[in-house]
Structure formats: structure tokens, C-alpha cells
């Protein structure tokens, strides 16, 4: 399986914004589906946004739907999940994978720590 890297978490107010990144160094990610998946403290992980390898298609889930987006940028191998107006139930540890279901992802990354709060 592809070995992804994410960063760009960090801690941020209610109604901010962050941008996660999603890098592979040794593989072209424009060949794969990416999905990007959120874990909250006790809760179970959960797929959250997809985008696809042939026609660039979308999908959100409806929890973040109009507030996050997802995108590719071939040249820098990379793909970004925008957040915009982060919520408190935002909070979670964030991971992306070449799969768009969690129970397809064999391995995960350590994911970037999204933290919401004033």
C-alpha cells in the first residue's frame, strides 16, 4: 500500500480554517482514489471526504459538506483537504489513504491532530 504523510493540523478557534496536506514521496497520487478520514476520541474512524483518480469527482460526507473541500495538486503530489468553518466536533486526528472506505485502508499514516476550540 501507498505510505502517506499528513501534516497541517494544528489548533484553531471555532469558525477557522486549516488546510491539510496529504504527501507521497515515492508514488504519483494522480494514479489513486484519496480519501481523507477523521478519528475523535472515542469514537470510531470515519471517512470524510474522497476525490478520484480519473474524472476528479467528490464526495463529502454530509457532516462536513459545504465547509471542507478536497483537492489534487499533481505538480506537487499532493492532495489538500480545505476546512473552513471548523466546529469544536471538528476535533479529531486526521488521516488520508489511496481508499475511500476505512475498512479497505491495510495501514495508516500517524495523521495530523485537528484540535477546535476558544
Known amino acids: 500500500q501507498v505510505q502517506l504523510v499528513e501534516s497541517g493540523g494544528g489548533l484553531v478557534q471555532p469558525g477557522g480554517s486549516l488546510r491539510l496536506s496529504c504527501a507521497a514521496s515515492?508514488?504519483?497520487?494522480?494514479?489513486?482514489?484519496i480519501g481523507w478520514f477523521r478519528q475523535a476520541p472515542g469514537k470510531e474512524r470515519e471517512g470524510i471526504s474522497c476525490i478520484s483518480s480519473s474524472d476528479g469527482s467528490t464526495y463529502y460526507t454530509d457532516a462536513v459538506k459545504g465547509r471542507f473541500t478536497i483537492a489534487r495538486d499533481n505538480a506537487k503530489n499532493t492532495v489538500y483537504l480545505r476546512m473552513n468553518s471548523l466546529k469544536p466536533e471538528d476535533t479529531a486526528v486526521y488521516y488520508c489513504a489511496t481508499e475511500c472506505a476505512p475498512h479497505r485502508v491495510s495501514a495508516w499514516g500517524q495523521g495530523t491532530q485537528v484540535t477546535v476550540s476558544s
Open positions: 515515492r508514488f504519483t497520487l494522480d494514479y489513486y482514489y
